[in-house]
């Protein structure tokens, strides 16, 4: 059964949403990589979309969104590079409206992604998306998930490759952020921050298992959606004193 669905991957996945047909820019661009590889479960795979639709029919979220004025969203479901990620269209919410059918979208995808972890892979694809001439986005950011290294193991054809991926990000001005799952990896939000992340305000939030997933996808998006100044304090960078 995964094997047909691995077969199934190799073509580009992508769900019809609302069609984004105005030559308006975006104040921002955002991307979700969600983690598809071997190393995630249907349950947790499950989990995640779900996660992430609640995100955005949560109260502080919208308020975000709002605030952010227009944004462009979308999602990639990466997995193993050899194949082809799964790919949501863009969706626009404009002053905090239009976010449920992005939800829906994300809690309807069907699962075709298994595999390597191949995270630049799966970045570069959430790339792809950003470089839509549509978009004129002011910001672009990419929010990646995972829950383990980039796998180095020999590929049958060339794919991208993680530092690939992040040179790309630097081209395009492209800001990645991540959320990393270290359930048994103590050091993977080293791991992140110093090959994953990339661009101006980059972080990493980690949590220890799925359970904290919600809270933390909550928390990731505000931050994202935050101005530059705001995202700078919530950095720590500027942390005014408690």
Known sequence: MRK?????????FLIAATSYQSSACVDIAL??????SGSISDEEYAFQKYAIAGAFRDRDVLSALKSANTVAVSAVFWGDGEFAAQ????????????????????????????????????IWSALDLLSDPRLCA????????????????????????LAQARLRAEHMG??????????????????????VIVGANAFVMDVRTYADYSTAIKKK??????SQTVATLLSGKNRPPD
Request: proline share 2%.
């Open 4 to 12: 047909t669905l691995l077969c199934m991957a190799s073509a580009s």
């Open 31 to 36: 991307v979700l990589a969600v983690d598809g």
């Open 87 to 122: 790919r949501l269209d863009w969706f626009i919410i404009s002053g905090g409206k239009g976010a449920e059918p992005f939800a829906r979208a994300t809690e309807n995808n069907q699962r075709i992604v298994f595999g390597n972890t191949d995270i630049g892979s799966g």
């Open 138 to 161: 002011t910001r672009s950011v990419v929010n990646v998930s995972g829950d383990g290294k980039e796998t180095t193991a020999p590929k049958r054809r060339q794919v991208a490759s």
């Open 174 to 195: 492209a800001t990645v952020n991540a959320l990393v799952i270290a359930d048994d990896m103590g050091d993977l939000a080293s791991y992140y921050t110093k090959r």
């Open 221 to 226: 998006l505000i931050r994202e959606l935050s």
